[in-house]
């Protein structure tokens, strides 16, 4: 109990004093590169007009944005606040000098630099302040505890808090109480200032309402022309099939028996052998449809939802799959499929390419996501950028905002990692 | 021979009705959905059905599930499945009973008239009837083990069409080879795969079929 209280209060003390130390890195940084960004940008906008300008722009902004994202990373990693990014993506690279004014365009018009200007602006005095607070309280407590019940005695005129000067050795005895309560203070509210820091740089630092908005915007309108695209190429493909396979066939099938019919009285051994042979061209008609419907929806998923048709799909390939399955319920029709195709993409890329002898396939449906894992013990290597099987399924999984994680060292093994969101 | 025919679309429901009658088969019930097969198998207890998979009210796997269910009433009702496409894992579920009397047979193959009707009376007598295209993923799937391996060419098409529920008498005739030839083909696979040898063409065909889905 009393080991246990202990170590509670030298955790609860190191907490106090870290923060107090965390808040000086802050204090030196707003004093020091802050002031010099600060200055640098305010030059670079107003030598804009002079042309020079155009290329020093980007160049503050940069820094500025660096040393952003040093809060940012220090927010998250010392108060656990995190603040997302909210810079515009930039055009294609041009060289030249238009090259250099899109640039500066793109700073000059992305609100976020703005943004980040006020913020550099507010730091210069909140990181002094708040970066200090602690440091100063806590110090000042040590003076009041230490030193304040000695230092009368040397220096003439010295006092502390309320007494001053300290002339007797009880008005010195006085000083440890304001001290140990200063010092106290000091190493509470360290912790909480920090994230208080933390918490105002968020609202500076952060995406606005609008910024999130203008990015999920950028994003739908990306997914979408890639999901649009996606439909019509394979509604073209679709068309392409069935017209050059069961639509061809039918029609010689038609020709097959129209002209068994006119032979059937006059030569019945050749009408039989035409209508053996449109038998069989019916036959490759129904495969071809078969193999098309597949490619579409396949049967088993309209029958049995997503478990099922995966393994169907794992008895159908050449390797043996192991398969883990966690699926309460059936998931929406699009999501399904959706997920059944990744899933079947990436053990076609197994059989494809890995080399592997063996498959696990896992799918997880928890709290709202379906988590789908593909693991191979072939050669590895895979690439989702390389325009593999892979890039399809990124494709697929981008348009309901799902993922897909790719591990795969050369030799192998390798994980693919999907995942979709389905509320 | 008593049959009840399951199948929604009328085209393909007369067409059937019609060819199982031209070769001698009474058809005395002709539904067109889950329910109404389900109460026509219990009731009628015919000598065999013929079940599409996708039936109303769900068009999902309706017919299958009826015919699990009947078969659950009435231990190995004879069943014969069609379908616009065959898969494994439904192969495998109407193998599970060890029963027989089933069939599972894309709707293609009931263009070949005569061994379509041949391979209904098959099923009412008791016997195994697997799709060429099942059994072709079978081998496709153990082909690059070993016991698969030591057998010859011959062997292996002898192989595919026993699993398919062929009887001696058809195999010998589709290779164009002697009954006997057939018999000694049999012998030498059972060996290989280490199958016991059975004079029951059906449990022959069971035991092949649990084999290659291993």
Redesign the interface.
């Given at each position: 109990m009393v080991a246990q209280n202990g170590r509670v209060i030298t955790g609860w003390v190191r907490n106090g004093t870290v923060a107090a130390a965390r808040g000086l890195v802050f204090a030196v940084l707003s004093q020091t590169v802050t002031i010099v960004l600060v200055v640098a940008s305010l030059l670079a906008v107003v030598f804009v007009a002079l042309g020079i300008g155009v290329l020093a722009v980007p160049v503050v902004a940069a820094g500025a944005r660096a040393l952003a994202d040093l809060h940012r990373r220090l927010a998250r990693d010392w108060s656990g606040v995190d603040i997302p990014r909210p810079y515009r993506s930039p055009s294609e690279p041009v060289g030249g000098v238009r090259g250099a004014w899109r640039r500066c365009w793109w700073v000059l018009t992305d609100p976020a630099t703005w943004r980040d200007l006020l913020w550099l602006l507010v730091e210069i005095v909140l990181g002094l302040v708040l970066g200090l607070l602690p440091f100063c309280l806590i110090v000042k407590g040590l003076e009041g505890i230490f030193v304040a019940p000695f230092l009368w005695l040397l220096v003439d005129g010295y006092g502390y808090g309320a007494v001053w000067p300290i002339e007797n050795p009880a008005e010195a005895l006085l000083s440890t109480l304001p001290g140990a309560s200063m010092l106290l203070l000091g190493l509470a509210v360290g912790p909480w200032i920090l994230r208080l820091h933390a918490l105002i740089a968020r609202s500076l630092l952060g995406p606005t309402r609008a910024a999130e908005l203008h990015r999920r915007v950028d994003h739908l309108a990306a997914s979408r022309t890639g999901v649009v695209d996606a439909r019509a190429a394979e509604l073209r493909r679709i068309e392409r099939d069935l017209h050059d396979g069961p639509q061809a066939r039918l029609a010689a099938l038609g020709m097959n028996i129209g002209l068994a019919e006119e032979l059937l009285a006059r030569d019945p051994d050749e009408a039989r052998r035409l209508l053996a042979e449109a038998?069989t061209v019916?036959?490759e008609a129904?495969?071809e449809l078969?193999s098309l419907?597949?490619g579409i929806h396949p049967?088993?998923l309209?029958?049995?939802g997503l478990g099922?048709a995966v393994?169907?799909l794992a008895?159908?390939?050449?390797l043996p799959v192991t398969l883990d399955l966690d699926l309460p319920g059936r998931l929406e029709p699009p999501l399904e499929s959706a997920a059944y195709f990744c899933v079947a993409e990436a053990l076609a890329n197994v059989v494809k390419h890995s080399g592997a002898g063996q498959a696990e396939v896992r799918l997880a449906h928890r709290s709202g996501r379906l988590t789908m894992t593909v693991t191979d013990d072939g050669v590895g290597g895979a690439d989702p950028d390389a325009g593999s099987g892979l890039h399809g399924v990124r494709r697929r999984l981008v348009a309901f905002d799902g993922t897909l994680a790719v591990v795969s060292p050369a030799g192998g093994p390798t994980t693919v990692t999907m995942e979709l969101p389905c509320e | 021979m008593r049959v009840v025919i399951a199948e929604d679309l009328a085209l393909l429901r007369d067409g059937l009705t019609r060819l199982l009658t031209a070769y001698g088969l009474e058809v005395v019930g002709a539904v067109d959905n889950g329910p109404s097969l389900l109460r026509a198998l219990t009731t009628l207890r015919p000598d065999v059905a013929v079940v599409d998979?996708?039936l109303p009210p769900t068009?999902?796997?309706e017919g299958l599930r009826a015919a699990a269910a009947a078969r659950a009433q009435l231990p190995g009702l004879p069943v014969m499945v069609l379908?616009?496409?065959v898969?494994?894992?439904y192969a495998r579920e109407l193998l599970s009973d060890r029963a027989g009397g089933v069939g599972y047979l894309?709707?293609?193959r009931v263009?070949?008239v005569g061994r379509f009707v041949d391979a209904v009376r098959q099923v009412a007598a008791g016997g195994t009837v697997m799709d060429p295209e099942v059994v072709g993923?079978l081998l496709?799937?153990r082909s690059?083990e070993t016991p698969l391996q030591r057998l010859t060419a011959r062997e292996r098409e002898v192989l595919a069409l026993m699993a398919e529920g062929r009887s001696n008498a058809a195999i010998a005739a589709r290779l164009a080879v002697t009954d006997k030839a057939v018999s000694k083909h049999i012998n030498s696979i059972l060996t290989k795969l280490d199958l016991p040898p059975s004079d029951d063409d059906n449990r022959r065909v069971l035991a092949v079929l649990a084999y290659l889905d291993g």
């Open positions: 038998r019916s036959g129904l495969a078969r419907v597949r049967p088993v309209a029958e049995r099922p393994q169907a008895l159908a390939l050449p | 998979v996708r068009f999902t796997d379908s616009q496409h898969e494994q894992l894309l709707k293609d263009s070949d993923q496709a799937r690059r």
